[in-house]
Every structure is written in structure tokens, then in C-alpha cells.
């Protein structure tokens, strides 16, 4: 049986994407951010950034 994680519906816009790069395992940066601030514009406003990578 085939147990490699996949979207539960396909990437359909440009707005979206897959990244396989991306474990399952939290990002303990991310979980640090969101039990640091209150306000959903304070985590989003603080959130790290990434660069999306283009498979074509």
C-alpha cells in the first residue's frame, strides 16, 4: 500500500500549490508565533516567509 501524503483535492489555481518539501511535522518557528500573539493581523503580521517553488 502506497502511504506517500497527498492533497485531498488536485492544485487547481495559481494561488495554490503542493509542497512536497513540507512535512507533516510542525514548524516549531510557526507554532512559536501562534502562541506568542492573540490577534489573527498579529500571526499574520509575524508569520515567517517562504518561496513558493514552481514545478512545471
Do not use: G, W
Amino acid at each position: 500500500m502506497n502511504m506517500t501524503p497527498f492533497l485531498a483535492y488536485p492544485v487547481n489555481i495559481s494561488q495554490e500549490a503542493d509542497l512536497p518539501e513540507i512535512c507533516s511535522e510542525l514548524l516549531k518557528l510557526v507554532t512559536d508565533i501562534l502562541e506568542r500573539y492573540q490577534t489573527y493581523h498579529d500571526v499574520y503580521n509575524n508569520l515567517p516567509d517562504f518561496k513558493l517553488i514552481k514545478f512545471s
